[in-house]
């Protein structure tokens, strides 16, 4: 009565369908969690706040929790990967939360991937640094607040998608991300996909999608 | 002088530089076609208006121009496809010139391509007749203005990536575009990469290197 | 003197004033109550805080309150229904509460109303099921967070108005439910009513309206 | 090709389809048109400039053409009228051309509809005046731009829902219909439903479904 | 070194400068209230915080604290009144704190002023009860939030200019008093001048200004 | 049928109906200015188009028409002043149409009136040059666009209220005009009453009632 | 009586004043030519549309005219330069009209200044090849539209302050430079100094008083 | 892992990177502080919350920090300053902690810098009072809230660069600096570079180049 979990989305479309814990009670996230512990897909709940966890693992006690992402998943272990790599950017200290659930996020829906951090444009060398790496992924993943300009250079190195997360990181003009994502969405470099601020959930999913076999 | 153009983007990353169109001179466009005349990659010139197509022509006589894209290539056919099959939506009939573009843009890019009309959810069951055909796409543009709400039904339904493409179509609280770009951003399915208002190029460019062998 | 409250809203229009809490301090809820103590309509207090209801519950002891739709209402007995059959949908769980808002309005206001739960068009399925009963309501209620694409798809399938209540259920570009607001003013298909982001009691008001004997 | 006619429409939910003639080209409406000749449903085609008209003209010759509300109807006689009498109202002269747009798309889809014009809240007593005819319909239209405070008003008088549809009249801060469409949404009296800015068609739908039989 | 009091701006326009306090730390609000001490003109302090409050009593033990105005004013008692009548409407009960503002703003800078409450536009009988007096007034202010219709109905029937002051009271898309601000800026009827959102303040100074001898 | 003009309005508040000609068809302002012939109070029709004047010298040929303002007033010569002198300031050249809107509007409205013209804060000898002059007026107009300073200026070297009138002066982010807008209702000085942007007619009708006898 | 030109700029703060032509009469910009004949100071005309060109080559017949960046010089050689070199980039080759605005306003205030042009991010090699020539500069204008990456990545490899200026240049969510100016504002090197869209004057001017002696 | 310091910037361009603590953990703080602990150059850790301060001082003891400007800076003596002198101008006092900002990184960065307070256009004489002192600066900054009008005054009467800092003063309108911003964007004297709302280190690191020997 409280929800209609979407138990088929694995198999209609590939990938399971993910719990969104804002906005939701503690108690209505633990029995969203009963429904899903009999079920053989992978279960992801995002932006999960710290009461939430608690009730999680009571009803998934050996759950993984990822606190700088706020991501819980259950089987802990992600499968075995498949398909090709992909590797997330995130362009400050600061992207770091979003990168990771970008980062997790693909590693639990069957993908190998890896993280680079602190590589923003004010210091190009940092980049340009990992030019053959990021020729070797099939799809990357850029976290970037403030101006959001990382994604436009990265795109014009690279064969492979851009898939760019605007963050909230910023104030003033930033309006909590605004800016990142119409820099993104302008990107003078073809090839950048955009999701929504913050959403390293949905980047994370947009990459397992294009790195699939 | 006017220009420096990146001869070098389709040996470094796979895909030619394309010629913006919008905000540049008859005699400044029809300087650069001069320029890509002997180059052996595929030119693609986006956004031209009618007088920009005549002095195009007489630099490149056999060029392809297509009006409701307003797109013109070079050379005149593009190359046999490889990779997987793409296919474009178009929600509405007024969504047929940015379909369009990107319809053209994937093909001159190297991919397989078809287009389907006016499948706008109003009448949710021309969508689901095509369920079956978008099964079989690697990569899927959905180009949709006004409420912008199809590219949320086909990710629901489908494994491959959606390119989700806001039209300007509409009017009022529409905002140009802006209700629709909104609409995919936020998205309740996940799997919906989004695109610049209006920019089939952009679109086109992603699904070609999605579907990319 | 500080409040002049319109006690002849329910015979000049047919329905009783409504106390908005939300920006009220507890001592002038308390006197507002104290005035409808001896009238003989329907009282309900929207947007109410736990130490309102307190309050309110001195003055109005047998008052029903429901914490998840913030509202207080007595007397607690909505009356007899007359008039047709309202529906009440929830895109997702998240838009439960303002969903309750509305269902509870539409009770008390006089109309037989009914709740569906999580049937958003992620999982189109789930709308798909509902709709001969969504054939037998007089008007619908749907509220929907993120890109807000339930009502476009619902409006197209019934002949009853759709009253599309925008929640700000989502973050970043769903700007506090401004995004969902903007699909629903352009939605594609026409009947599509809309009120206020998070404004479940007026959705309910006007369902009770439309539903009217 | 072009277009995938909903003609199942009003079998599905009651009323037809109309087309949207704004970013079509001549030839795509008459292409729609042709197809449409043979149904024996209802044909509107809204937002139509004056060189659609005339290549309409030429496919459906009887059909009827309201210059002001840029509207072609056919067949040319509106159906005779079931359910309950709609009015509507244009508090300023300006708002004419989309105040006809909704009377005319309510008396197409089945009511008897009236229009009462310049009744703005500068000069109160002229809506006062009206106070008994607004009781006697089932559904009100009200088009206001600038400041959109007449549905406010309206509502605050009348049992019957008030369909208010915020006109781009005005200039400077009124950023065509936004202004209004906002005080609209948060009209201080309950009832009121909200439609997008310059919405006639919309909301004469709308009318139409409330006052059904 | 914290501030260069304007202590000439009675001597140079008539009205003394008032101490902004949002913003300002304790020491600086006690700082300021010593300089002040030794003058002879009214001191008003704006917006003050509760632990501000205390500190500025410290310095000024007699002066007049209203909770509800959020404003501190020393001399306690207002000078005897000049000029010509004012007279301030508060739409709802939730703008009675920026209503206060501008009504005790107004007494202290020398006019005899009222305040009339709750004669929202939802209940039109309240305001057009009001007519004879507000006729009687050289100055209106009217504190209105949600759609913040009130100035539009008051200037249409009076010949005194009428302050608008839009309140942040409401929700969604109110955004914080941005569409009551709009609803003023774009009133049909002349006569409307308006302020800052909540800026009873700024609006009460406008009425002393308007109504002096 | 396509207005009700609102003639008791002098009688009612002191000040006649102004015929707002945006948004008029040339016919239906022509048939208004028929109805005014034969009424004894001041008819203005403001924001004129060139084929608009036309027509209404037709039917009032005596009236007087200003381009720079697109103002038509008649009868052609204002009435004998009578209260406190008006001082109009435009910022720059560009202000002009505004600000001689407004000039006219407060001349036809029964005030003595002056004009002063470029004395934008960029040179501030300009207005300091003009300060004895200022503060002899009993009302002052500010148009101002770009950044819109001088209002804040003004207001702090004089008694009277200053009405702030933003003009659409200005490109890029001056928004056609909503950056001086923002300016207005932020001023640092108090005394600054707002009117919508480029309302030259509104700051007028203000000045001649807070300068009225 | 139209303009009372700031002849004293020059001497107060070393710059004369610059005509802003857009919204002025051609009327009013040959008599502020007329009253600058006399005078010793460069006079620069911005934003001059083609019929004024006409009527200030009659007042100024050897003003120097430059039609891409819209400006009138005189007199038209300008001074020998002093100070420190100045650059102005282009992004791309649309950016043109702004940066040559930008250039020629350097050099007619006095300093040596040179423009490269379209070494957007999209091939980053080509800023990079531009880098010893970067480090020679006392400052650097780039102009850039869409996302307006470049100063970013300038202002991470220079000493000197880089003057950012946003284009209007792009389509859709550029929101006419909207975007670029965001992604400036909020620059992640430090030391973007930013300008209005468009405002290649502004910027040209700031460059001139960096780079003085 | 969590970082890659640009530890290269001093040399590279004149000037070492700053830390944004704002989005960072106190743990992520302290590892980046104990990375610069063996680097010759001047580290600035900006918008540091009070735990982060505790953290930093255990790695680095003697390190200055300002609680009002919310740095910290390491070595706690700026260096011998060299170059012209900045003024900074706070145009009120709450505008101190952004002032206070910038003119500590100007002192870090090398330069002599002094702070002018409570300077703004209200009582104008405060500004003019300063002007001999004004054109002693090689470059200004100034930060104001509210209207943000002060830098149009201060730029023309200089010939130095005006570097404009909005602050998030204010309510309403101000829109959290929005409306100071567009002000400074739009100023109508030229000269004026803007940075981000709030953004004092920025403008003090601007003000540095400026004035660098
Ligand atoms: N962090 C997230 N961001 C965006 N979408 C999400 C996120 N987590 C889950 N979702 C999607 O949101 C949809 C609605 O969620 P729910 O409210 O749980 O029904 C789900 O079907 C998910 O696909
Ligand atoms: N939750 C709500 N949302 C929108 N309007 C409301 C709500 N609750 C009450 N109202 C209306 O708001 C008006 C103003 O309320 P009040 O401030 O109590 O005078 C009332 O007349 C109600 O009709
Ligand atoms: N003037 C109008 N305003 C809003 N919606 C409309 C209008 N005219 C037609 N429509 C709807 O727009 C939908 C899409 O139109 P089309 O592009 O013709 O497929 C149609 O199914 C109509 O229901
Ligand atoms: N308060 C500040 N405002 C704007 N930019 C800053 C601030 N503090 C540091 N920065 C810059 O922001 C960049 C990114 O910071 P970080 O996230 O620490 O890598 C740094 O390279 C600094 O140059
Ligand atoms: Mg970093
Ligand atoms: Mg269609
Ligand atoms: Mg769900
Ligand atoms: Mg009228
Ligand atoms: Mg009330
Ligand atoms: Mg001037
Ligand atoms: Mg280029
Ligand atoms: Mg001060």
Redesign the interface.
Known sequence: ??????L??AT????P??I?C???TVD?VAR?ATVLVGQPQVALFT?VREEQVTALLEVLPDAAYDAEARLVAWPPVPPEPTGGPVLVLA????D?PVAREALLTTRYLGRQADLV??????????I?AQVPRLRTAKAIVVAA?????LP??V???????V?AV?T????????????????????????????????G??AG??AA??A?P
Chains 1, 2, 3, 4, 5, 6, 7, 8 share one sequence.
């Open positions: 009565d409280i929800a209609q979990l979407d088929g989305r209609r479309r590939g990938y369908e993910a969104f804002q906005g939701k209505q969203i932006r362009a400050g200290t600061s770091l951090v602190d590589v923003g444009v004010a210091g190009l060398h940092r340009l607040g403030m101006d959001g300009a436009s250079v795109a014009g190195l690279v064969a492979a998608p898939i605007p909230s990181v910023g104030y003033g003009a930033a309006f909590e991300g605004l800016a990142a994502l119409l820099t993104m969405l302008n990107a003078c470099a073809p090839g950048v996909a955009v999701v929504n601020i913050d959403n959930y949905g999913h947009l999608q294009i699939a």
